[in-house]
């Protein structure tokens, strides 16, 4: 990266160094060496918007990419799985309030329930739902 510049002993910057991004920052070092190189296929248009990200940041691409990934902030893929979950969810509700409806008016009529099994049934799919929303929401109560 650095080399001897025409023999006056001092070190010459290379264009590398000079593309960097002004006030960017070295990652400190790790107590292991990181020796394992990932490679990455990017469009030119998706290279094109790390590198503007990056200088946004200060800070440099292969940085951007590690810190991003490892942060534990959602990614948009992830993002995505989870509305989905959430929009069964709501359909598999939409499902059980149906029969709880059924089985209101089905005791409204004849004054008693007339499944209790199906009764049953019905509450523990809404205690399992409500168990899965509460994981996807991180809910606790």
Known sequence: MYGLAAGR???AVNAETDRRPK???RRA???LRREVI???KLTDEERDRLRARAAELGMSVPRLLVESALSGVETPTERRRTVAELFEIRRLLSTVANNVNQLARSANISGQVASERRLEQTLAKVD???AQLRELTGVRR
Do not use: A, H, W, Y
Request: charge should be neutral.
């Open 23 to 25: 006030g960017r920052t």
């Open 9 to 11: 002993g001092e070190s």
């Open 29 to 31: 070092r790790e107590p």
């Open 38 to 40: 990932q490679k990455v």
């Open 128 to 130: 399992e739902l409500i």
